[in-house]
């Protein structure tokens, strides 16, 4: 079955940097595009960022420039490297997949930026 497993999170000061990792594992990782999104308290989940299969990667426009999605087709995993972290980056990151109609997540890492 699907499985995706978020790591990496953790509380750091405003202008630091830090990685998540997903691990993916249960499908034909390579074939699907792959998303992180992010949810801060009392706020709708939002799309963080995306990377297709093909490589085509895309950033809501709060994170452009400062983070930066990759993914390693061999280890079944795709990364987040966040720097320059400001306080509003602070939110539940999650893994996402959509796989026809179905969308699966992973039970998410805690992102915390202070100030």
């Known amino acids: 079955q699907v499985q995706l497993v978020e790591s990496g999170g953790g509380l750091v000061q405003a202008g630091d940097s830090l990685r998540l990792s997903c691990a993916a594992s249960?499908?034909?990782?390579?074939?699907?595009?792959m998303r992180w999104y992010r949810q801060a308290p009392e706020k709708e989940r939002e799309l963080v960022a995306e990377?297709?299969?093909?490589?085509?990667?895309d950033y809501a426009d709060s994170v452009k420039g400062r983070f930066t999605i990759s993914r390693d087709n061999a280890k079944n995993t795709v990364d987040l490297q966040m720097s320059s972290l400001e306080p509003e980056d602070t939110a539940v990151y999650y893994c996402?997949?959509?796989?026809?109609?179905?969308?699966?997540w992973g039970q998410g890492t805690q992102v915390t930026v202070s100030s």
């Open positions: 990377i297709t299969s093909s490589g085509d990667i």
């Open positions: 249960g499908f034909a990782f390579s074939r699907y595009a």
């Open positions: 996402n997949l959509r796989m026809g109609l179905r969308t699966y």
